[in-house]
């Protein structure tokens, strides 16, 4: 276990910043996910932490050791990676004992640590198979078990589940987090699933085009989002924003119907836009905002229905079957302190 | 694949069979040349007592040269073909793996393909006036360098088309597992490149063997390979036909071997990258 810091990283490829000025720290044993769109710079900040990627500038620290100039295999870290990258010429055995065996650990010892690993990942029947026989959830096992017998300071996993399929998904995600909580090591873990970010992590960190917009943890983050970017990410169906117009301290929203006073607000700004969580939807009889129903998404267990409010569409969540059908008008209210309201211009939360 | 019937099924198998006797015809004609007396060569006679004299004659004779012409062919494109898989994949790996300016690698791979281009024979003034100033005219190893030159261009495009299609998070998965990136080379990307490997060193060995001009203008009667051989039969007075049908016939041998348990790698190799 390992504590990993980054001071002040940057990142440029020729002209070109695309990770600018990070500062984190990420505890010992802590698991940490970094999320954010395609191309927010995660996957490469994270290769600059397994050392694949030279930093441009600034420092990374693991264990209180600089790492900058050190070779990847010089900093005690193991990497699953999204294409699992397993050997293909060496069977099952030899992928999960290739650190061991570099070592040149004796073969009996990287047996009884290999056959260690691949009992808990349920791999045992398979060790002697090559990857090609292998189906894509024992793969990612096999390069976790690879990640295990390397017995590394940090973890290091480039969205490892993305190739997985949805209900394989979910059972990886448990394993991975099961994983975590008997080792107990370091990890960074790279998605841009934030389904995955909220479930698996003790903290996220959200990047946007190569800055954190904001580190916490995962009720921290739904419940409080620093700027619009974060609380439209983080959350699934994501928050609906409603764009509005600050008259005398009190919000405007434009709908159907004219203006409404949705209340008042504690904004010095003119434009503001203000975002209401789909699960803080509610029906009433009169006021809020007026909308029509148009499409009903049942999961059975809730329902999510999209309506259209003013010319975008709405989503809002309901416990169990809905009431309401395709085309029907209706008025829906919120809790005002549950709404989050954020600058129209800088995305910054009021 | 496309499943023909009937009369298209009739058409393509005549295509195919008219193809064949088109290879395989002159081929089996040289053989039978080979297995007659010159007398029966000349009468161009269907039905002769046929001989093994002509083989016994090139291999056996104190008077030919063959068995040393063999020799230096196995020397030059054995020689030859372990130079250009060492070069020719390490210069691929160089360009497939690390991070060269864009200007750097393209321009090298833009001046094989222009060199690949370039008749041999325009090449053989400049080798034989070099090779006269460094000694090497008329030499083994003046020859060798000369097919390692031409060969070069070849192997290197093949090898960067087998690196390119091994996912670069093999080998970083390997350098974070302790390789360094020498190690990650020998012991990850080149165990997988291996049937690149055997179809480029078929394809060399082959080209090497069989190479004619070159090793006509910069061998000596005592350095000369196979194919010089073989022409050198052909004399002012006198063509020993028989002969030169049966050297032709004994130089295919190894070529043929080599060609028989390498084509499914050559034929992967030439198509590689071709589809996904």
Known sequence: MAEVQLENVHKRFGGVEVIHDIDLTIDNGEFVVLVGPSGCGKSTLLRMIAGLEAISEGSISIGGRIVNDLEPRERDIAMVFQSYALYPHMNVAKNMGFSMALRKEQPGRIRQVVEGAATSLELMPYLDRLPRALSGGQRQRVAMGRAIVRRPKVFLFDEPLSNLDAQLRVQMRTEVRKLHQRLEATSVYVTHDQVEAMTMADRIVVLDKGRIAQ???????YDRPANRFVAEFIGSPAINVFPGEVDSGRLFLPSEEGRIDIGPVSAHEKKVDMG???EDLRPVDSGGIPGTVQVIENLGAETYVILSVAGRDVCWRIAGR???SVGDRVRLGFDLSHAHFFNAASGARI | MLALRGPSKAAAYTLLA????????????VALQSFKYQIAILQGAWIFPPTWFNYLDVLYSPRSDFPLNLWNSIVVATVSTVCVLIVGTLAAYSLS???????IARGFLAWTLIFNMIPPLTLIGPWYLIFREIGLYQTLSGLILAHITLNLPMTIWMMMAYFNEIPIEIEDAARVDGCRRVDAFWRISLPLVAPGLIAAGVLAFVFSWNEFAVALNLTSRATATVPVAIARFAQEYEIQYGQMAAASILSTIPALVLMFFGQRFVVQGLTMGAVK
Request: no cysteine; charged share 20%.
């Open chain 1, 215 to 221: 580190a916490g943890s995962p009720l921290e983050l």
């Open chain 1, 276 to 278: 209401v969580r789909p």
């Open chain 1, 322 to 324: 809905p009431d309401v």
């Open chain 2, 18 to 29: 008219f193809g064949i006797f088109i290879i395989i015809a002159p081929f089996l004609w």
């Open chain 2, 97 to 103: 793996r690390l991070s060269w300016k864009r200007w």
